[in-house]
């Protein structure tokens, strides 16, 4: 059971949505695809009793399918309950969008009427959100196509942990019905096409009447369908498709009859298309619409075959599958970002990190090398940094001039950094519980894009490029820390740690709603300060991280001290001026060290940058 308080959603949990909703379509028959849907429920959404009622012509439903308990699903399968005790249980209880919840204490009004169902007595429950086994909750299969006409009702019980399931696992039951829905219908519709294809080899004699039915069940399809040639100099090239496909594609029927399928695929699935089967092929890829932009289809093939003459043409049906693929990339950000600033999370700034880092031949010795080249880039721990003041995270906000200190020292960077802005920025007035920030010159030398923007990396943009992670080793670019003479030109990935100064004074005085503005808007401007292919993560709480590859020591430095000119300015929150300041610790990633360890080096320079400013201020007091 997932926790609803955690900002981020499980990706185990996001994996098996995913594989249970990609096996619905797999099934060959009307009553695998139920059976496949009850069993989904069990597998991936987390219940131990899944039902699945279908809707019958005459109204009623009549239970399908059940998963989770044998005994169970001999006493109910096959009973029929009535559509009006069905349509009074779904107007029943508590609404959870698309759900219906109906407690203990108001269900036990339906134990007598005729609908199947199994229920056990227990005690009642010790805590708010405890299930209780007579609850009930139902998830609605509504068809396709954005109208109301019920398909059908799945029935769950006994969630794993004993709790009703919060907004995630809500989320994902309603989610789940609605690609159920459209499994249902496309597995009634495959029946027919089914029915239509052998009363077309079968009967000779009823030929005419069959390709009538074919042809309406081709036409008004509620999904795109395509007749394609099969063999001979036309291999593949589309002899027919319905409006469906048309209006998906946004091309004329004359006009899309001009190509074949590997004319209007993605470049990059061009493979996937030609490694699907002909007999049975199922394919996810993406095809061109008439605008150029690309739209997300799921592709299944059958042959339709003459038994004198062998196969005549390959029949193709196409589903929009972009709502999917759309909700599937919202859930897998959703796991991989803060969900305040937007930002890449701890996580996910762990998982780029790991991928450009390897443990390679000699792995101690390489670690401590590796190690070492940080330490030597720097001089070693000692003298670092100088200046300013922080006690991680409760600073008193104070800054003395020389900023960086042992790092760089302002007016005397080197050439290739044009700072953040002309003006100096004023003391802030002084109130009760606030310290005002000395006078602050931001360094302004010329600036020139720092770092090898043609140097090996594996970012671009706020994205990860997998595809330099995921190369054999042999092939793998090793992470190097630069030397220690800033002037031999050599560059690395740089880990910048920032933790702001003066942040729990802003959150105790003027309330976490403050806090939370002020850490979105000191995202923005780290993401503003930092180049396209660099990455800007939050781990929690005021801490950040910056990942920059292909820059020098000095470079490294001299953006630390452009993040932190960005971040030091007033920021206006509900009428009032609050300001912040910023710690910066520098580590570089060098293969044969653990991402941890690169956290740590970065971790620690911090905060030996914070001790040196407050000595500073203290002396100078």
Same mark, same amino acid.
């Given at each position: ?41 069990? *597998? ?36 029929? @309950? ?18 219906? =919840?109906? #407690? ?115 036409? =008004?399809? #509620? ?70 932009? =690309? ?29 999917? %693929? ?100 004023? #003391? ?62 050599? *560059? ?11 942040? %729990? ?23 503003? @300060? ?15 991280? +910056? ?47 653990? +991402?941890?360890?690169?956290? *740590? ?8 940058? *914070? ?11």
């Amino acid at each position: 059971m997932e926790t609803e308080s955690e900002p981020y959603v499980r990706l185990a949990t996001l994996r098996q949505l995913h594989d249970v909703v990609g096996e619905l379509n797999t099934a060959r028959s009307l009553a695998d695809t139920l059976q496949t849907v009850a069993d989904g429920i069990v *597998k991936g959404l987390g219940y131990e009793l899944a039902c699945v009622n279908l809707v019958q012509p005459d109204g009623d439903l009549v239970v399908a399918a059940f998963s989770g308990n044998a005994a169970a699903e001999a006493l109910i399968t096959g009973r029929v @309950g009535a559509r009006a005790s069905w349509e009074r249980r779904l107007s029943m209880g508590e609404t959870w969008g698309e759900l219906r =919840y109906i #407690p203990h204490t108001e269900g036990w009004i339906l134990l007598e009427d005729d609908v199947p169902q199994w229920y056990t007595e227990g005690p009642d429950p010790r805590f708010e959100d405890e299930w209780h086994p007579q609850d009930r909750l139902y998830a609605p299969m509504y068809a396709p196509g954005g109208g109301r006409e019920l398909l059908g009702v799945i029935s769950v019980d006994r969630p794993r942990g004993g709790r009703r399931p919060g907004p995630w696992g809500r989320e994902a039951l309603q989610m789940y019905a609605s690609q159920a829905a459209i499994a249902i219908s496309n597995a009634r519709l495959r029946a027919n096409m089914q029915r239509a294809l052998v009363r077309l080899e079968r009967e000779q004699q009823a030929l005419r009447a069959s390709e009538e039915s074919f042809r309406q069940a081709f036409e =008004y399809a #509620p999904s795109g369908m395509a007749i394609a040639e099969m063999g001979g100099d036309q291999h593949g090239r589309l002899l027919r498709t319905n409006d469906a496909l048309c209006r998906l594609l946004g091309r004329s029927a004359s006009v899309i009859r001009r190509y074949s399928f590997s004319d209007l695929v993605h470049p990059e699935d061009i493979g996937t298309l030609l490694r699907t089967s002909a007999e049975g092929g199922r394919a996810e890829l993406r095809l061109a619409r008439r605008d150029n932009s =690309y739209v997300w289809v799921s592709l299944r093939n059958s042959v339709v075959a003459d038994t004198t003459d062998g196969p005549r043409f390959l029949l193709t049906h196409v589903e929009d599958i972009e709502e999917r %693929k759309r909700n599937e990339l919202q859930l897998a950000h959703r796991a991989s970002h803060d969900s305040l600033t937007g930002l890449p999370n701890s996580a996910e700034l762990r998982s780029r990190l790991s991928a450009r880092l390897c443990e390679r031949p000699n792995a101690i010795s390489v670690r401590e090398t590796a190690v070492q080249a940080v330490d030597k880039a720097f001089g070693g721990y000692e003298g670092e940094y100088g200046g300013g003041a922080g006690n991680g995270g409760a600073g008193n906000g104070t800054y003395d001039e020389g900023g960086y200190g042992g790092v760089v020292p302002y007016g005397q960077g080197p050439p290739g950094y044009n700072g953040t802005s002309g003006a100096a920025y004023a #003391p802030v007035p002084s109130s009760p519980g606030y310290e005002p920030y000395e006078p602050y010159e931001p360094y302004e030398p010329p600036y020139e894009p720092y770092g090898d923007p043609a140097g090996e990396r594996a970012f671009h943009g706020d994205g990860f490029d997998a595809s330099s992670a995921v190369a054999p080793l042999d092939h793998h670019v090793h992470t190097v820390a630069p030397g220690a003479d800033p002037d031999d030109g050599s *560059k690395g990935l740089a880990v910048l740690f920032c933790d702001l100064d003066g942040f %729990k004074s802003i959150n105790d005085r003027f309330g976490h709603n403050t806090g939370d503005a002020v850490l979105i808007e000191v995202a923005r401007r780290l993401n503003t @300060g930092v180049r396209d292919g660099d990455t800007v993560a939050r781990l929690g709480g005021d801490e950040f991280v +910056v990942l920059a590859d292909g820059l020098g020591a000095t470079d490294a430095a001299d953006l630390a001290v452009r993040l932190r000119n960005a971040i030091i300015p007033p920021i206006r929150v509900d009428g009032r001026a609050v300001r912040v300041g910023a710690s910066f610790g520098i580590g570089w990633a060098s293969c044969g060290m653990t +991402v941890e360890e690169v956290l *740590k080096s970065a971790d620690q320079r911090m905060y030996i940058e *914070k001790r040196s400013r407050k000595t500073v201020q203290r002396r100078a007091g």
